[in-house]
């Protein structure tokens, strides 16, 4: 295995570092929150994401959210599948087409996801609160365009998986 000279993440004076390795720890902390509440409603990251993306968005369609969760429309069914099965989410015929099919939380999963994560979004807007109008506005900026950074590169990741599959030599049949 290769060694390393430094640390990817290294204590530092230099400001820039300073937030680079807590933008690091934070992602780190919400790995370990979205894990636990993973293991605490029986859903596999993937399905929480989805879970996730359709509570943020409300009711969609299952290609709406196989867009918004960058998986394949048959992947998403599965995902849906398995959501509704543990029941935190329901297919549903729209109000405006009935030959369309939404997807909505159920009032179990929006109860679940209160006790996850309510009290986190009340202490985080707590926080907020603290924040004039002008930190408030620099700090949408740069989530918005950190957002904007880490939706691109999972593309550019996905892509290298992607290739790396289509390279792996094939696995001894034994």
């Known amino acids: 295995m290769e060694q390393y000279d430094r640390p990817i993440i290294r204590v530092s004076n230099d400001i820039a570092e300073r937030v680079a390795a807590e933008i690091a720890q934070f992602q780190n902390a919400t790995g370990a929150v979205d894990e636990a509440a993973g293991a605490v409603l029986g859903l596999n990251p993937t399905d929480l994401r989805c879970l996730g993306q359709l509570y943020a968005r409300g009711p969609s369609t299952a290609g709406e959210l196989a867009t918004a969760c960058g998986l ?16 935190y989410a ?10 369309q099919v939404v997807v909505e939380v159920t009032p179990h999963a929006l109860e679940r996801m209160e006790a996850i994560w309510g009290p986190i979004a009340r202490a985080g807007m707590a926080q907020l609160a603290e924040f004039s109008v002008e930190e408030l506005s620099f700090l949408l900026d740069f989530l918005r365009r950190g957002r904007e950074l880490q939706e691109g590169e999972a593309g550019r990741v996905r ?16």
């Open 159 to 174: 892509a290298m998986a992607k290739a790396a599959t289509l390279q792996a030599p094939d696995a001894p049949t034994g």
């Open 72 to 87: 394949s429309r048959g992947a998403m069914t599965t995902a849906l599948d398995r959501l509704e099965h543990a029941g």
């Open 90 to 99: 329901k297919r549903v015929r729209s109000e405006v087409d009935r030959r």
